[in-house]
């Protein structure tokens, strides 16, 4: 079983930056692949980006390319996602999940994460 904890999260202006993080349970938190996704109001969860289990690969969904960084610390079993130039349309609840399955390939289908955080609010005003 494994748990993830979102903390970063709030109310941001546009142009500003914000960080976010997840923290994992789990002895054998190096051999999961990791993602960022985020559900805005009245659509459906969206991907944002992956993390191979090193953190030597990244992939991110064009809206947010050049603006996030996606990173891991495999020693303090964390992830995080370092959000800059931040505009209204990321308003959503941003949701860290893990896949212990078919780990050496980044995965940008939330069906194929089985371990969810409860999410935390990014809101960003205009």
């Known amino acids: 079983q494994v748990q993830l904890a979102e903390s970063g999260g709030g109310l941001v202006q546009a142009g500003g930056s914000l960080r976010l993080s997840c923290a994992a349970s789990?002895?054998?938190?190096?051999?999961?692949?990791m993602g960022w996704f985020r559900q805005a109001p009245g659509k459906e969860r969206e991907y944002v980006a992956a993390?191979?289990?090193?953190?030597?690969?990244?992939t991110y969904t064009d809206s947010v390319k050049g603006r996030f960084t996606i990173s891991r610390d495999n020693a303090k079993n964390t992830i995080a996602l370092q959000m800059n130039s931040l505009k209204p349309e990321d308003t959503a609840i941003y949701y860290c999940?893990?896949?212990?399955?078919?780990?050496?390939?980044?995965?940008?289908?939330?069906?194929?994460?089985?371990?969810w955080g409860q999410g935390t609010q990014v809101t960003v005003s205009s």
């Open positions: 789990g002895r054998t938190f190096s051999s999961y692949s």
């Open positions: 999940a893990a896949s212990t399955q078919s780990v050496f390939r980044l995965k940008t289908n939330p069906t194929e994460y089985e371990y």
């Open positions: 993390i191979s289990t090193s953190g030597m690969r990244t």
